[in-house]
């Protein structure tokens, strides 16, 4: 693997990130500006990942696409070279390294042009890919529905075609017209050709789901059902806290991106309400716009989303970076102005003084998907955060002979009192109004 870090920086800032455990001056600024520190009343810059963190988070990318790590380099340069991106002399060092461990495969943490590429394969002699190239890898390995491997598809196809570089005079394009006639098209035309013709295909299938989709989502947006939308950081838990809410049976993996299919589940509130709750796809650093692209008819449940609940890896010491680039895909989807509930999960990880010092706030809670910890006041705080299907509290007269209005009460409403009087129940009950509606020839004023 391969790591590259630009110093762009001054000393003082490289020399702090330098330095062992050290972090981003970004990240310390959000985090000083959480806690309250004083002096950190400016809004901070945006947290960024370090080389040394960037290169860990790629470590994980790998073992989750199921390779072995045979070694690492991280190169610090002023600029990246326009033909090897890190230089010929170390290009020559990673070379010796891999012959010496008979390494198959040379990860780079950087997207690398169609150039680069080639020209680092020549001098390595083993197969070359950048960071995009393996997050792809990992969302085919791992799509599982016909929807997922569609959108996976395009994005590789999408990637692939500006990749379509000469490999030799085979490969050359030739002319139209007097003096430029030839043998006929190319191999290069030819796969440009062909894959042009198969984006075009899989773009129509996409359309397709997308249409059925949006079939579906009116059915849904018939009855007021309010959707609330689980986004964030790949690895943070959010598969863990939609299976604690919904006993549902996602697949649960500490493997990066281990679930693409979306998934969704009715929740019934403490109010009685019934809302719908989304597992969608995890974000990442630079995660590759053709894949934003590509499953966006996957995303559009979190733009459709009346609440979106941020869940946050509270264990991790990059949590302030991982939530700005969860901030900077929600934006690119336009979401960015969507009510939200910033939901810190996997507090039992925390050492227990940590733990005990934590406070919810208006808008964050603390929780442990895997322990159960912190549900009910998360449900709780995604009931007062709900506007839709307001409830309100009524008197209601209901013939006993009604049992299935009584039972749709007894399921969806919270009941006060109960009193039996003349072949009628008299209810005071908590409602929404979808079922306010239903029962509104029965109600007392």
Request: no cysteine; aromatic share 4%; charged share 30%.
């Amino acid at each position: 693997m391969v790591g590259i870090d630009y110093r762009v920086r001054s000393r003082a800032g490289s020399a702090a990130k330098n330095a062992k455990g050290a972090l981003t001056s970004g990240a310390q600024a959000a985090r000083d500006s959480a806690s309250g520190v004083p002096g950190a009343s400016k809004a901070p810059p945006v947290p960024e990942f370090s080389a040394e963190e960037s290169l860990d988070e790629l470590r994980s990318l790998a073992i989750s696409a199921g390779a072995q790590i045979a070694g690492e380099f991280l190169q610090h340069r002023d600029k990246p070279d326009p033909a090897t991106l890190i230089g010929k002399g170390k290009l020559e060092e990673i070379a010796g390294a891999a012959a010496s461990v008979s390494a198959d495969l040379l990860l780079f943490d950087h997207d690398l042009t169609a150039s680069q590429q080639r020209n680092i394969e020549k001098v390595v002699k083993i197969r070359v890919i950048d960071r995009t190239q393996l997050i792809l890898d990992i969302f085919a390995k791992h799509a599982r529905t016909r929807e997922g491997q569609l959108q996976v598809e395009l994005a590789q196809l999408e990637y692939m075609l500006p990749r379509l570089g000469g490999r030799g005079i085979e490969m050359s394009q030739l002319g139209g017209g007097i003096g430029t006639r030839g043998p006929g098209e190319t191999q290069l035309e030819t796969d440009r050709r062909k894959i042009y013709r198969r984006i075009r295909h899989v773009k129509e299938q996409i359309e397709s789901v997308r249409r059925i989709r949006a079939q579906q989502r009116q059915r849904r947006e018939s009855v007021p059902v309010a959707l609330i939308a689980l986004v964030g950081y790949t690895n943070a838990g959010k598969s863990t806290l939609f299976n604690a809410l919904t006993q549902a049976a996602v697949l649960e993996s500490p493997r990066m991106f281990a679930t693409l299919d979306p998934t969704i589940r009715g929740v019934t509130l403490p109010s009685r309400r019934q809302v719908l709750l989304s597992d969608t796809v995890g974000f990442i650093r630079n995660l590759p716009h053709t894949l934003v692209s590509a499953f966006r008819a996957t995303l559009e449940e979190v733009q459709r989303a009346e609440l979106i609940l941020q869940v946050s890896d509270a264990s991790s010491p990059l949590s302030a970076e991982q939530d700005a680039q969860v901030e900077k895909v929600l934006k690119e989807l336009e979401a960015d102005a969507k009510p939200r509930l910033r939901v810190m999960n996997k507090i039992d990880l925390l050492p227990p003084r940590q733990r005990d010092s934590l406070r919810d706030e208006a808008k964050t809670v603390h929780v442990s998907a895997a322990k159960g910890i912190g549900m009910s006041t998360l449900l709780d705080r995604i009931d007062q955060l709900l506007q839709g299907d307001a409830l309100s509290r009524i008197h209601l007269r209901v013939p006993q002979k009604e049992g299935k209005m009584l039972a749709m009460l007894e399921a969806r409403a919270r009941i006060y009192s109960r009193k039996y009087k003349d072949g009628l129940v008299e209810l005071e009950v908590e409602a929404p109004e979808s079922v306010v509606r239903r029962v509104r020839e029965w109600v007392v004023l």
